[in-house]
């Protein structure tokens, strides 16, 4: 980073830190420093919106509050508290860790940057916000958010979507961390980029405490950050069955690894049937499908898919052990589904 751009970053933590505290959001997990709710608060907190996050994070806390309980929880209980909140690998990484904290770290949370780094599904972003703010080391949380703030503070026009900007955002932030102040410091930084430097938009400069310094107050932030273009989406076509037998319906577990790994579904197949193509595969699993009682289509997005999905609504005579079937109450209670099957699972 260029002497200017570094000039800059040495005044921000006397200027955001004061605007912190007197701006900062009450958000549930900054009520305390305790590792284990930091890294939870963190976890749920990517891809994902502040105020969504609340009540998962309450409600989460609510029925596993330690690492130890954490460790030894059921995997399907775990994923029913996170249904909805999509990145369902974000929870197995979660427990994941917490088994290597109990068994690598007596139960304790490590309290060393890369320590804290190793374990399962924290990477540097992560690390650095439960160092920072837990255990108040010099180690910068640079997300989307931060660098967006210094790209437009320093006036840095590379690319922030390259790992030596990000690199060299993460070096020249922690030369300018203050002492003491490290957590407040991470947070302030968050908040700037969550509440006055905003994407997709015009910041708010007028509420800035770092405007009278920035480099792109005039309306450089037109330009910046630069990032790399992102590649299309791929499109796919599929086919969803819920089968409905007295009172049970039928769901069936995805493969533990890829896409949505290890979690309940409503049958499925690639691509797009017609009624009686989608009927025909019905009778080939075996349910004998007695009436098609109705269709629905959606389509769910994910990061780097998009799927086009039609499901046939079919009253069947028989429960072939191909499926597991649940009692309405058990696929409301038990079976975490993942958003994109939710849609079709009250018909």
């Given at each position: 980073m260029e002497q200017d751009g570094a000039q800059?970053?040495?005044?921000?933590?006397?200027?955001?830190?004061?605007?912190?505290?007197?701006?900062?959001?009450?958000?549930?997990?900054?009520?305390?420093?305790?590792?284990?709710?930091?890294?939870?608060?963190?976890?749920?907190?990517?891809?994902?919106?502040?105020e969504a996050v609340k009540r998962y994070y309450l409600r989460f806390l609510r029925e596993i509050p330690d690492i130890a309980r954490l460790?030894?929880?059921?995997?399907?209980?775990?994923?029913?508290?996170?249904?909805?909140?999509?990145?369902?690998?974000?929870?197995?990484?979660?427990?994941?860790?917490?088994?290597?904290?109990?068994?690598?770290?007596g139960g304790v949370f490590p309290s060393d940057y890369a320590a804290i780094r190793a374990l399962k599904g924290v990477g540097d972003y992560t690390a650095g916000a439960i160092a920072s703010i837990c255990f108040e080391q010099p180690a910068p949380a640079v997300d989307g958010n931060v660098?967006?703030?210094?790209?437009?503070?320093?006036?840095?026009?590379?690319?922030?979507?390259?790992a030596g900007t990000k690199a060299d955002v993460r070096a020249a932030l922690a030369a300018v961390y203050p002492a003491?102040?490290?957590?407040?410091?991470?947070?302030?930084?968050?908040?700037?980029?969550?509440?006055?430097?905003?994407?997709?938009?015009?910041?708010d400069c007028a509420a800035c405490p770092a405007s009278a310094f920035c480099a792109s107050r005039d309306g450089g932030w037109r330009t910046l950050p630069v990032k790399a273009a992102k590649p299309a989406r791929r499109r796919e076509k599929m086919t969803v069955f819920h089968f409905r037998c007295g009172s049970f319906v039928a769901l069936r577990k995805r493969p533990e690894t890829g896409l949505l790994g290890g979690l309940?579904?409503?049958?499925?197949?690639?691509?797009?049937?017609?009624?009686?193509?989608?009927?025909?595969?019905?009778?080939?699993?075996?349910?004998?499908?007695?009436?098609?009682?109705?269709?629905?289509?959606?389509t769910h997005i994910f990061t780097h898919v998009e799927w086009e999905m039609c499901c046939y609504y079919f009253l069947c005579r028989e429960m072939p052990e191909a499926f597991v079937w649940f009692r309405d109450a058990e696929l409301q209670e038990r079976a975490a589904l993942p958003t994109a099957f939710r849609a079709f699972r009250d018909g």
């Open positions: 800059r970053l040495r005044r921000l933590p006397e200027a955001l830190l004061p605007w912190f505290r007197e701006n900062a959001r009450d958000l549930p997990w900054r009520h305390d420093r305790e590792p284990y709710h930091v890294w939870l608060s963190e976890i749920m907190l990517q891809q994902t919106r502040v460790a030894s929880a059921d995997w399907e209980r775990v994923s029913k508290l996170w249904e909805g909140l999509g990145y369902y690998s974000r929870a197995r990484n979660l427990q994941a860790a917490a088994r290597q904290i109990m068994n690598e770290h660098l967006r703030v210094t790209a437009r503070l320093t006036g840095d026009d590379r690319s922030i979507s390259d003491g102040a490290c957590g407040a410091f991470t947070q302030s930084l968050m908040e700037l980029g969550a509440l006055v430097c905003l994407p997709n938009g015009a910041p309940w579904e409503f049958p499925n197949v690639p691509g797009a049937l017609a009624p009686e193509e989608a009927a025909a595969q019905a009778a080939a699993w075996g349910v004998s499908p007695a009436e098609l009682l109705r269709e629905r289509r959606r």
